[in-house]
């Protein structure tokens, strides 16, 4: 007991405050004081919900334990309460304590921070705490206490009944509203409680005597303990005496055994005998002046409290509370008091709180269980799919359970078969999914992994197959494509996920082998064609060859050509420079005659007789005609010359011819370039008749560059041919005229020494 109470000591002293869960209607909650102050001339009524309270138990999820203190008001309900949280508190209670006449608890006012316990069968509950207002207040009127106190007995689990002194009847007079209470509640509008559903419904009842001195006896004089004197004494005598069964102290009596599910007392001695210190108990400066009896018994009560914690339990047998369904109660249940009748409905209060509940229950696990799926990556194998399903609708309908806290029996059966629906629904024969979320979750992943499987299918397709199939040569066996089948099968069985996979592979394997026998056809082509075109290869090889040939032949003509051309150059240069030198020779000789004439117009002035000039004048006539002859001859080698001129020009025209049949020749080598280029592009076309036309016209063109090499060389052979005639013809005349004119000048002067001696003898005649 002593370990439970620390640890609960721990738990509640972190943090928290009291706050109102409901007020009377004549007063006002000020939030920021934290303080409920009554309203002027309003008269109470009704009861009104704090909001604030109503959140925090609404996140409660965990069974609560309501333990609830009532009785009459200046008894010390709130410091007992205060100490229930914290025994050994040195700052203000938890609960503000009041040190006037003037009650200080208006309602019910709760600790805003539930109290984490442990019970010793391992289960988890929140204990909340319940401070009340007190009865017979001089200033209350009974249908305000009658509130408090159902509304308490309705909501607790365990209930503190706390008075001061010892019990007499009178105590049992201030309780004549748990008689009232056992009639004002009913299972529905048309059938009250019975006690089974009073059993089912009550709290524990715990009788708390405060400032107790004497020592409790029993019939024979014997000390007991308080609770048997309660029993034996004080309850028992009301019951088994002759009391008027229809008195109220009877009823209370017979109530408070019948009424509820277990009876517990103790009591207490007074804190202090000095008022001073009763004032002040609160005051951490008085803790040493307080009855160190007192603050053991209140911690021994402190503890036996906590030990008779139990779950809040609900209307339906076996059924358990927690913070959401104790805010519904709480609503529902204020609104019955609040109304004419102030009549709760227990059984009807349970059936619409357990409906909002189970709302809730179905709607949060069901988020819970997406949450959970949302971790899924599709496409999937089913079977994960389904273990995370299972997975997931375990943690719902855990969650399901711990906002429900109901036995598997009746409605919690039906709304967790309604869960399990909504999630998943197999067919019984077939295994098969048909409905719920799950449904959809395999739908997603059947897409995905059809989307998956065909996007690999045709990208092993791409890979492995069409791209050996786009690169097939002769080197590619038959063997290969089936092997290329075969990587891609194992590549797929590695690498495709999900329910599709085998479907999308027997489809992929049917386009794959109905394929087959054209690829397998298509790489026979391509090897026939390879023969063909070897065959192709070899004849275009020996074509190759022989236009080789042909232009070795053509290199040679033109190497001819260029010789040609060059010696007709050098032969045009010596021809110009025996012209030249003709010429020079020519005028040298000219000029030579013209000195020859004056010598002899000088030796004809030293004639001095007349015979002599006669002879003179005849001579001079003779050498006029020779002149005459010279001048023409003269003429006549001008006319050679212009002949020569024109024959220079015939053979500069034929140069030129030969020239053109050059230009000839190259268009004709441009020519075969192109033929041999369209030659190779038809014989890639494989086809025999234009074979024959390539041959025809490869003869032909054998048969022109022949023609066009034989007319170059006859061409050349004749320019050659006339260049040289034309040198001997000018080799001949210019040998010719040389003689001429060697000869003449032999015989001018011949004549000339004719002359001289004919002129001598005429002389010598003379």
Known sequence: LLQTALYVKEMATSCGKAIPLCFPDDCEFNKQANYCKKKKDVTRDNLVINKEAIAILEGITDPVCVIAIVGPCRTGKSYILSQLIDSDRDSQPCFKLGHLQDPETMGIWMWDTPIQYELKDGRNISIILLDTEGIDAYNSLERGDTQVFTLSVLLSSLLIYNSSGVPRREDLNKMTFIANLAKSIRSNSHKNLSREDVKQIAPSFFWLLRDVLLEPTDHKGRPCHFRDYLLEKVLGECIDSDWDTDSIQYKASTCLLKFFTSFDAEIIPPPSTSPHVMKNIEDPRYKDEISPDFTQQVEYVRTKIFEKCEPKRGYAPGSLVNGMQLAGM?????????????????????????????????????????????????????????????????????????????????????????????????????????????????????????????????????????????????????????????????????????????????????????????????????????????????????????????????????????????????????????????????????????????????????????????????????????????????????????????????????????????????????????????????????????????????????????????????????????????????????????????????????????????????????
């Open 330 to 766: 709480l609503q529902m249940y204020v609104d019955a008091l609040n109304s004419p009748e102030g009549i709760p409905e227990v059984a009807s209060t349970w059936d619409q709180v357990m409906k909002n509940t189970y709302h809730i229950a179905t709607t949060k696990p069901t988020e819970l269980y997406k949450s959970k799926m949302s971790v899924l990556t599709f496409p999937m194998e089913d079977d994960d799919l389904r273990r995370i399903h299972s997975e997931a609708t375990k943690e719902a309908v855990e969650c399901f359970q711990q906002l429900t806290r109901i036995d598997t029996d009746g409605v919690f059966k039906e709304y967790l078969t309604h869960l399990q629906e909504s999630l998943s629904v197999f067919d019984t024969e077939t295994s098969k999914c048909t409905g719920g979320l799950l449904l959809s979750y395999l739908e997603q992943n059947e897409i995905a992994s059809e989307e998956k499987c065909r996007s690999l299918a045709n990208s092993l397709k791409t890979n492995h197959l069409v791209s050996m199939i786009e690169t097939l040569s002769t080197e590619t066996k038959i063997e290969d494509i089936g092997n290329a089948m075969e990587k891609v099968y194992r590549e797929y069985h590695k690498n495709a996920v999900g329910p599709a996979k085998e479907r999308i592979f027997q489809v992929f394997i049917k386009e794959l082998e109905s394929e087959r026998p054209k690829h397998e056809q298509l790489l026979r082509r391509i090897k026939d064609y390879d023969t063909e075109m070897k065959i192709m290869d070899d004849k275009l090889q020996q074509e190759i060859a022989l236009r080789a040939e042909a232009v070795q032949a053509i290199n040679s003509l033109e190497s001819i050509i260029n010789q040609q051309t060059q010696e007709m150059t050098a032969l045009q240069q010596k021809l110009k420079d025996i012209e030249k030198r003709k010429n020079d020779e020519l005028v040298q000789k000219i000029k030579d005659h013209e000195k020859q004439s004056d010598a002899l117009k000088q030796s004809k002035m030293c004639l001095t007789t007349k015979d002599t000039m006669l002879t003179q004048l005849q001579e001079s006539a003779e050498l006029q005609t020779s002149n005459d002859e010279i001048n023409q001859r003269l003429a006549t080698l001008e006319r050679k010359n212009r002949t020569l001129s024109e024959e220079n020009a015939k053979f500069k025209t034929q140069l030129a011819d030969a020239n053109k049949n050059v230009e000839d020749y190259e268009n004709l080598e441009e020519e075969v370039c192109s033929d041999q280029t369209n030659h190779i592009e038809s014989s890639d076309s494989g086809s025999k008749g234009e074979k024959n036309v390539e041959d025809y016209q490869n003869t032909n063109l054998e048969e022109e560059v022949c023609s066009e090499q034989t007319n170059h060389i006859e061409s050349s052979d004749s320019g050659s041919k006339v260049e040289k005639n034309v040198e001997d013809y000018q080799n001949t005349n210019l040998e010719e005229e040389v003689c001429s004119d060697q000869t003449d000048l032999i015989e001018n002067s011949k004549s000339g020494s004719k002359g001289k001696k004919q002129k001598k003898g005429f002389c010598s005649i003379l």
